[in-house]
Nanobody, 121 residues
Framework: QVQLVESGGGLAKPGDSLTLSCAAS?????MAWFRQIPGKEREFVGG????????YYADSVKGRFTVSRVNPKNTMYLQMNNLKPEDTAVYYC?????????????????WGQGTQVTVSS
């Protein structure tokens, strides 16, 4: 079982930046970030392939968020810039053993416990 642990969430003001980290216990070729607002389905935020050369983003975060990874550390990051109140959610790290970056949460086998991000003035 691959363990994923998110960190870095917290309270931010609109326009601020936060960086989330996801530490994996083993090599995970494909990793992604999802977020969930109460009452809504889990939403794709961004994903990254093994080399880091291919990334995908939801339209709502494109240009503001950046997904990256450091493979020797089995760690993925989500840099969030120009945060907005609508970014408030629980953010989850996900991974699967294949090489394709999927936008559907049903495609991922491993999940972290989530970290809360709250954007408020």
């Amino acid at each position: 079982q691959v363990q994923l642990v998110e960190s870095g969430g917290g309270l931010a003001k609109p326009g601020d930046s936060l960086t989330l980290s996801c530490a994996a216990s083993a090599r995970t070729p494909t990793m992604a970030w999802f977020r969930q607002i109460p009452g809504k389905e889990r939403e794709f935020v961004g994903g990254i392939n093994w080399t880091g050369g291919t990334t995908y983003y939801a339209d709502s975060v494109k240009g503001r968020f950046t997904v990256s990874r450091v493979n020797p550390k089995n760690t993925m990051y989500l840099q969030m810039n120009n945060l907005k109140p609508e970014d408030t959610a629980v953010y989850y790290c996900a991974a699967h053993r294949g090489t394709i970056v999927y936008k559907s949460h049903t495609r991922y086998d491993y999940w972290g416990q989530g970290t809360q991000v709250t954007v408020s003035s």
